[in-house]
């Protein structure tokens, strides 16, 4: 082993998650030093990062949904250092993690510790930057309006329960694209920018997406009356709808929509009505399995 310290940032909720403490336990016992803090309020995640640098730690650890992995991904990437992420995925989603082939279980996403970091890209928009996915469409009002209460129920199905209970509710957004060699123009139920493959709790929208070549996979479902018609089948069948998609991959794609547009960030929203989106080559260093689906070249 060649990682003998690491730094845990752990979403507050997490405190009391007994099988946290068992893997944090573990890897001490094997040598591993792990300092753990937790997170409170907004902006813990970014002071924590730099508290983490400034004592010298080279590996951070994020435990907690996708939100919280975008945030401390965020605070390394614009700290332009060396070190490197590893994903103990808590949340109720966990899309990227689940994408990416990192384990749910807490001690074998500590486990990849002893794997080395590749470098992977992030999205950015509007001066933020995202892990996984930005959204937009019935698919990012559904992210936004789904309970914590409900989540915790129903783990991830609670965004289809949502989405089928909101259906009356759910309208087309109006859109038009423009990238390097690309162009689109209409009405669409949903849109997805993506640096992985899914979002909403397991709704895959970019299903060949890279998260190292340096492009952004852009995927939209258009609205034509026959489609919306079914949208309830759609959902209910979990977007099992991939031959209606417009599908590219480019390094930035600009979206602008005169009504605006409700976009989610990996659970951080974000409206506009002219946006660019840009995909930032090797922006972070993470830990992941050796044949991970998410980069283009296993690792030997």
């Not at 792990?34 to 650890?61: F, K, N």
């Not at 890209?121 to 309970?147: H, K």
């Not at 993470?286 to 991970?292: G, Q």
Request: hydrophobic share 45%.
């Amino acid at each position: 082993m060649t990682t003998r310290k690491a730094f845990l940032i752990l979403h507050g909720k997490q405190a009391l998650n007994d099988e946290v403490r068992r893997a944090v336990e573990a890897q001490r016992a094997s040598g591993v030093e792990i300092a753990v803090r937790l997170t409170w309020e907004a902006g813990d995640a970014q002071r924590l990062v730099g508290e983490a640098l400034a004592a010298g730690y080279t590996h951070i650890i994020a435990g907690g949904g996708d939100g919280t992995l975008r945030d401390i991904a965020e605070a390394i990437a614009r700290a332009h250092t060396d070190a490197s992420l590893v994903l103990m995925p808590l949340g109720t989603a966990n899309d990227f993690a689940r994408a990416a082939g990192v384990p749910l279980d807490c001690a074998g996403a500590l486990a990849l510790l002893d794997a080395p970091a590749r470098a992977i890209d992030l999205g950015e928009v509007g001066g933020q930057m995202f892990l996984n996915m930005a959204t937009g469409g019935f698919g990012s009002q559904i992210t936004a309006s789904t309970s914590d209460d409900l989540k915790k129920v129903l783990g991830g199905a609670a965004y289809l329960f949502t989405g089928l209970s909101r259906f009356a509710e759910l309208r087309p957004a109006y859109g038009r694209l423009r990238g390097p060699g690309f162009e689109w123009e209409g009405q669409l139920l949903a849109l997805g920018i993506g640096n992985g493959r899914q979002a909403g709790g397991g709704h895959v929208l970019c299903p060949t997406a890279l998260a190292d070549d340096g492009l952004l996979d852009v995927s939209i479902l258009p609205a034509p009356t026959e489609v919306f018609g079914t949208l309830k089948d759609l959902l209910a069948g979990g977007l099992g709808v991939d031959n209606l998609f417009v599908r590219a991959r480019l390094p930035w794609v600009e979206i602008h929509s005169a009504e605006g547009l409700d976009i989610n960030l990996d659970g951080e929203p974000l409206t506009g009505d002219n946006l660019r989106f840009s995909a930032r080559k090797g922006a972070l260093n993470v830990h992941l399995p050796a044949h991970s689906p998410l980069v283009t070249k296993p690792h030997a």
